[in-house]
């Protein structure tokens, strides 16, 4: 799967983080990154109320995201060089200063950037993805790649040596599919109630809650 790099300018109002955060679940749906939606979504909501109490209402900023190997790496820049973000030993009663606390409690790493005339206030969180433009390991997933497995142990020539080529590996889902129909026929079973349901299933699994965060130390 191609993970493009995108960014987008905006202004940092209170009234604009809901709109972001809207975006950020939308992208990372296409991504196939659901997993982290949860996560993404409150540390760019945190950089970006970081710009608007430091920094102040209305500035200029942009918001890039991209990915760094298997890591999604969330960058807010703005024109301010001199407010630099920290991280406080805030506690819970304080109104202030815990912004950065949660970033650093859900990301595996964080930073700041300062360039000649902006600073990039980053954070990078674990996707459990196996390679930078590979999947999620989920459990559906896993279950799905030891069926294919087991077809290509039965058949070596037609999967031939190593890892299944991915149009092989359609070939064999497919057939997989269609047999799996064919018995659910073959049973009186009501085909297309079954493929909605299959396909409800999968959407509610897409946009379920993250489980838990995984979280190493920062660098």
Do not use: Y
């Not at 200029?60 to 790496?73: F, K, Y």
């Not at 991280?87 to 304080?94: F, K, Q």
């Not at 859900?106 to 005339?117: E, P, T, Y």
């Not at 079973?189 to 809650?209: I, T």
Request: charged letters at 25%; aromatic letters at 4%; hydrophobic letters at 45%.
């Amino acid at each position: 799967m191609s993970r493009k790099p995108w960014d987008l300018d905006f202004t940092a109002e209170p009234e604009e983080v809901g709109a972001l955060r809207r975006l950020m679940r939308l992208h990372l749906g296409v991504w196939g990154l659901q997993e982290v939606t949860d996560a993404a979504q409150l540390c760019l909501s945190e950089l970006v109320s970081n710009i608007i109490t430091h920094v102040g209402a209305g500035t200029p900023a942009t918001l890039a995201v991209s990915m760094n190997g298997v890591h999604l790496r969330i960058e807010v820049h703005d024109p301010d060089t001199r407010a630099l973000p920290t991280l406080l030993d805030a506690n819970v009663e304080s109104e202030s200063g815990r912004g950065m606390a949660l970033i650093d409690a859900v990301a595996a790493r964080w930073g700041v950037q300062l360039r000649l005339d902006r600073k990039v206030t980053w954070c990078e969180l674990a996707t459990g993805l196996t390679s930078p433009n590979g999947h999620v390991e989920g459990l559906g997933v896993l279950r799905a790649e030891a069926m294919l497995e087991l077809c290509a142990a039965k058949s070596p020539r037609l999967f031939g040596a190593g890892r299944l080529g991915r149009a092989v590996a359609e070939e064999a889902v497919i057939t997989a599919i269609t047999d799996f129909l064919h018995w659910l026929r073959a049973h009186g079973c009501d085909v297309e109630d079954v493929l909605d349901r299959a396909q409800s299933r999968h959407d509610a699994e897409l946009s379920g809650p993250v489980d838990g965060l995984s979280r190493r130390p920062s660098a």
